[in-house]
């Protein structure tokens, strides 16, 4: 499984966490920027770029950081058959998998510290989207123009 990360300089110092996290748990990473905490640079550019990775299905899953992970979220969810989900909490990230079946996952790098985003990250990718009622959902999501 190929996951792409992107970031903002707010989101640079978790991405960079997440991703160690990821390949030592066994996964594929692409790294889609940005390089540095220190120099800033424009989130809606990394979010559509983690979208476009995904939907276009270069990658099987994203991750997007940005100083509260809105700004970054809201620039994915603008690329059609992406679902990213902003999630704070394990709950959020379990039931985004599990009803949204988000396939970005959206974290705020001024908002989480490494110890609490890794287990969100962990609860989003261990969790199975559902299906049934929530298949017919997410349709009508992709159906919004
Ligand atoms: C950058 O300062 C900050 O606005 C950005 O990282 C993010 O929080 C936007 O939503």
Redesign the pocket.
């Known amino acids: 499984m190929l996951i792409a990360l992107a970031s ?1 300089h ?2 640079f110092d978790l991405k960079e966490a997440v991703k160690k996290h990821l390949e030592k748990r066994g996964f594929e990473t692409l790294d889609l920027g940005t390089d540095s905490a220190a120099v800033s640079v424009d ?1 809606p550019k990394y979010g559509e770029l983690c979208g476009r990775t995904v939907a276009s299905g270069e990658a099987d899953l994203g991750v997007v950081c ?3 992970g ?3 979220s809201m620039a994915a969810n603008k690329v059609p058959g992406v679902r990213c989900g902003l999630c704070t909490d394990t709950y959020m990230a379990t039931m985004t998998k599990r009803h949204n079946n988000a396939n970005i996952l959206a974290l705020g790098g001024r908002v989480l510290t490494v110890d609490e985003a890794l287990p969100i990250v962990d609860a989003w990718l261990d969790t199975e989207f559902e299906g049934g009622r929530h298949q017919r959902r997410i349709d009508m999501l992709d159906d919004i123009r």
Do not use: F
């Open positions: 903002d707010g989101g989130y940005c100083g509260t809105i700004g970054i």
